[in-house]
Each structure stands twice: as C-alpha cells, then as structure tokens.
C-alpha cells in the first residue's frame, strides 16, 4: 500500500514537472517578429490616440483683403501653414487699390497684402487713414513690356506710353523711363514725380495715365506699357523674359517699395497678424514665391 501510495505520488509530481517546463517552452519560443509587432501595434496605437487626444486648437479667422496676383496666390499657400497653427485665412481678393485700405480702416477686415509703403503713406494723407506696416513680405520689380513696339532704344517718334497714375507708381514708371533715357525729370522730381515733372523729351513721347489695373489692358493699343509686378503677372508677362527694361534687385526702387501686410494702427502685434507675418516670411513661402514667379516676385529678407 505505501508502495502504491508512493508511485502514485511520484507520477503526480512528474505530471506537474513536465507542466510546467510546457508552459516555459511557450512562453520562451514565442517568435521574436511577432511580439516586435505586437510592440509597434501598441506603439501605434499610442501615436494615434495622442494624436486625436491633441488637436490643433482653433485661435480664430484672419481676414485679409489681397491683390489677385501674386498676392492672394501666396496666401493660399500659406493658408495651410496658418491652418496648421489653429488659423483660418479668409481671403478677399480686389481689383483696385482703395477699397482694400478703406475696409481695413473700417475694421470690417483684419489686414490687407497689395501695397507698399509709399502708397500706403500717401492714401493716409490723402484719405485721413490709419494703417500701418506690420510686415514687409516681397517686392516686384517695375518693368516695361512692348506693346505695339519692342526696340525701347528705337522708340517712335511721338509714341504712346502707358503708365499709372497714382502718385508713387507713376512716379516709379518714370523714372525707370528715365533711367532708360527715354525722358528726362525736372531735379528733386523724385518719388513725387508727375507728367508735369518731365523736363525733357526728346522724341516726344506721350505718356497716358491709366489707374494701375487698366495699364496692361492697353498694351496693344500703345507702343510700351510700364507695369506693377501683379498687373504684369496678370496680363502674362515674365520679368525676366519680356521686359525690356526693369528694376534691379539691389536697387533703391525695388527696396523702397516692397509689399507689405498693412494694417489699421493698434493692430500690427495681433496674435494673429504676427502669425501671418510669421508665415509669409518662412522659409515655405520663400520657396514658393521663388519656384513660382520667375524673378517677377523676390521675397524680402
């Protein structure tokens, strides 16, 4: 009987042996791939539910009046980048050069991108405005693009030339046309420079004040046209390939009159103008000003 009892026992403990090495072997032979996936799936699973656990935090709309080209173009790509920070762009686009200053003054919009600042000073005086520079984004070289002739140094005689008539870019056409000898300003002239300014003229040009958006239209109908970047852009002109003469990058001009985001005065250090002018100013949007507008645009550093 102690016999029996002993066997049996023997066989029990055994049993429990061999249990529990068989549960070692799965636990160890378990394939090393198979639980590194079960380690990235868990890992996953934690990226992704910290991603939906922190969504970018919406701050609010910044609603901006533009220009058609280039910039309500640049806006665009720069909404995502604003999206990305919890910004949404409302962009408006205009095809005049009061309206977008007169509704930022009104406060119905946030800022606007269309204008430099010798325009800007000059609306103030004349109009009683308050708005202000609050970032200084591109400039567009002025140029001049044939119309019905394209040998500006063998112009004709009693030819038209088209320009535009507000106060500093009509001054700006001048004096380029100065600068190709096609005229000549009275001394001191300068950036308030007027038709009536023009103190020499040897081939007798006629000069035609046109508002700015109308310049390009006439371009078949006068011998040159002298044009903002935007309208050159817009009537499908490259600077580096159609213009017969232009604004260098490095000169005066081209600095004077750089764009800008302009803005009623108080404004300029809003949340959300800072981080428009933020963006327009990285890196993104340099690359895409210069990949997309064949020299007509030139970011400012």
């Known amino acids: 009987m102690k016999k029996s009892f002993a066997l049996a026992l023997a066989a029990v403990l055994a049993l429990g042996t061999l249990t529990g090495c068989g549960s070692k072997a799965d636990t160890t032979e378990t394939p090393a791939g198979d639980a590194a996936v079960t380690e990235a799936a868990t890992t996953e699973a934690g990226t992704d539910a910290a991603t939906e656990a922190a969504p970018?935090?919406?701050?609010?709309?910044?609603?901006?009046?533009?220009?058609?080209?280039?910039?309500?173009?640049?806006?665009?790509?720069?909404?995502?980048?604003?999206?990305?920070?919890?910004?949404?762009?409302?962009?408006?686009v205009?095809?005049?050069?009061?309206?977008?200053?007169?509704?930022?003054?009104?406060?119905?919009?946030?800022?606007?991108?269309?204008?430099?600042?010798p325009y800007l000073d000059q609306?103030?005086?004349?109009?009683?405005?308050?708005?202000?520079?609050?970032?200084?984004?591109?400039?567009?070289?002025?140029?001049?693009y044939p119309g019905t002739e394209s040998d500006l140094a063998n112009i004709t005689e009693g030819a038209t030339i088209a320009v535009p008539n507000d106060t500093t870019n009509e001054a700006r056409a001048l004096l380029l046309l100065q600068d190709n000898g096609i005229i000549t300003l009275k001394e001191g002239a300068g950036l308030t420079a007027t038709i009536n300014d023009i103190a020499e003229n040897p081939k007798n040009i006629e000069?035609?004040?046109?508002?700015?958006?109308?310049?390009?239209?006439?371009?078949?109908?006068?011998?040159?046209?002298?044009?903002?970047?935007?309208?050159?852009?817009?009537?499908?002109?490259?600077?580096?390939?159609?213009?017969?003469?232009?604004?260098?990058?490095?000169?005066?001009?081209?600095?004077?009159?750089?764009?800008?985001?302009?803005?009623?005065?108080?404004?300029?250090?809003?949340?959300?103008?800072?981080?428009?002018?933020?963006?327009?100013?990285?890196?993104?949007?340099?690359?895409?000003?210069?990949?997309?507008?064949?020299?007509?645009?030139?970011?400012?550093?």
């Open 123 to 144: 609306f103030n005086e004349e109009q009683g405005t308050h708005l202000v520079d609050a970032g200084d984004i591109h400039y567009e070289p002025f140029g001049i």
């Open 94 to 117: 205009f095809d005049d050069y009061v309206q977008p200053n007169l509704v930022v003054e009104s406060g119905d919009f946030d800022a606007n991108y269309f204008q430099h600042v």
């Open 207 to 301: 000069i035609k004040e046109l508002e700015a958006a109308q310049v390009a239209r006439v371009k078949d109908e006068v011998a040159f046209v002298v044009l903002n970047g935007n309208y050159a852009l817009e009537a499908g002109y490259s600077v580096g390939k159609d213009a017969v003469a232009y604004e260098q990058a490095d000169s005066e001009a081209a600095k004077t009159y750089v764009n800008i985001i302009a803005v009623k005065e108080g404004n300029e250090n809003n949340e959300g103008i800072k981080a428009l002018v933020d963006t327009l100013k990285s890196d993104d949007i340099k690359k895409f000003i210069q990949d997309t507008y064949d020299g007509a645009v030139v970011p400012f550093n």
């Open 56 to 92: 970018v935090e919406e701050k609010g709309s910044i609603k901006i009046a533009a220009s058609a080209t280039p910039h309500a173009e640049i806006l665009e790509a720069a909404k995502p980048l604003l999206a990305a920070q919890g910004w949404t762009l409302e962009v408006t």
